[in-house]
């Protein structure tokens, strides 16, 4: 891609008005900041919330419903109209749009992934903006993203987008819980920071997140390089405010990038199906020595799950989680060679991503 890529997401909250209906104006405005946007040389992909709010509109479910068909009703009715909403207010600016509906099951495979990537790459070089959003009509609990700011930090990492916008109702991060006499919006969090104490895990009327999802999605994109703002979505100008460098919501600054390998084991999160469990030598030799290591059977204790080659799985230390790498051998071999020291790497170094999850 030619041009830099921005991630858009605007959360349901932003357009949602308190009796649930859609904000037609606060998205008139927001549809025309991503038009200037475009003009100004940037590719945009928006990840847009806001179907179920939508098809509340249209819908009033049965009683006793069960949740999940009740949510994939108005999810169904929802979508389209809110692509219709879009399709209208873009076409004022004489832009074209595609609707891309996923799971997280679409991004389990690395062949899957780069499916996804090839398509998206293709809308944009077509000039047509890429509006994706949940597959919810279609999504259960077990395989349904956080939200869609999982979502969005995960199409930012495939596109190797410049930075992520993430638009909420608050103004973004705060030194303390903003309900709170004195509290101080936070405009820059650095890399290795630590947030987790200051952020409310409240979440929205309408959406499924809250600001402590928000925060940890935010900090491991920027991790893999690529800068993430929090801001206001009903803020006047907000998008191009940002986008000239004037201080809006909480930016988190990116470190260096990493490989397009590492960033898509990086966002696997919550995809992977299985898990490596390793010695405390093995532990070290990943973590705390200078050199890169790859993961050898001889440091494997433990093999969990059902998994492929080449999938995604955990990496476990006396039962905590410290990273995420792709695997050589299928879950049913490893079992068999674990402990050895004369096969190759179950994750070899450069299908390995180390953090915190």
């Keep these: 891609m030619d041009r830099p890529v921005l991630i858009v997401k605007i959360g349901s909250n932003v357009i949602a008005q308190p009796d649930g209906t859609i904000n037609n104006p606060l998205l008139r405005s927001l549809v025309q900041q991503i038009a200037n946007l475009r003009q100004r040389g940037h590719d945009v992909l928006l990840v847009s919330s806001?179907?179920?709010?939508?098809?509340?509109?249209?819908?009033?479910?049965?009683?006793?419903t069960d949740p999940v068909v009740q949510r994939q009703v108005l999810a169904a009715v929802g979508q389209a109209q809110l692509m219709q909403l879009y399709?209208?207010?873009f076409t004022e600016h004489g832009i074209s749009c595609a609707?891309?509906?996923?799971?997280?099951?679409?991004?389990?495979?690395?062949r899957h992934y780069l499916n996804i990537r090839n398509c998206l790459d293709g809308i944009l070089r077509h000039s047509t903006l890429p509006i994706v959003n949940?597959?919810?009509?279609?999504?259960?609990?077990?395989?349904?993203?956080t939200d869609n700011d999982e979502l969005a930090g995960l199409l930012a990492s495939m596109m190797d987008a410049q930075r992520l916008i993430i638009l909420t109702n608050v103004d973004g991060i705060y030194d303390c819980p903003p309900s709170q006499e004195g509290a101080q919006l936070i405009s820059e969090v650095h890399p290795q920071q630590i947030l987790n104490a200051l952020i409310s895990a409240e979440k929205s009327d309408f959406g499924r997140g809250g600001m402590r999802t928000k925060s940890r999605i935010a900090r491991k994109l920027a991790d893999l390089g690529i800068g993430v703002h929090i801001a206001n979505g009903q803020?006047?100008?907000v998008l191009e405010n940002i986008l000239i460098g004037k201080p809006v919501g909480t930016h988190f600054l990116p470190a260096r990038k990493v490989s397009t390998v590492k960033r898509w084991i990086g966002q696997a999160g919550n995809t992977q199906q299985g898990s490596i469990h390793v010695n405390e030598g093995a532990h070290q030799a990943l973590t705390q020595q200078k050199q890169a290591n790859s993961l050898l059977l001889v440091g494997v204790i433990k093999i969990e799950g059902d998994f492929s080659k080449g999938e995604v799985v955990q990496l476990k230390h006396q039962g905590k989680v410290f990273g995420l790498g792709k695997s050589y051998y299928p879950a049913s071999q490893a079992q068999q060679l674990m402990g050895q020291s004369d096969k190759k790497p179950i994750v070899h170094y450069d299908h390995l991503y180390l953090s915190d999850l």
Excluded: H, W, Y
């Excluded at 806001?50 to 006793?64: C, D, I, M």
């Excluded at 609707?99 to 690395?110: A, G, H, N, W, Y």
């Design 50 to 64: 806001g179907a179920v709010t939508a098809g509340r509109q249209q819908v009033s479910p049965l009683p006793k």
């Design 87 to 89: 399709r209208n207010l």
């Design 99 to 110: 609707q891309i509906l996923v799971t997280k099951e679409d991004f389990r495979s690395r």
């Design 134 to 145: 949940e597959n919810d009509v279609v999504s259960v609990t077990e395989l349904m993203f």
């Design 235 to 237: 803020t006047k100008d």
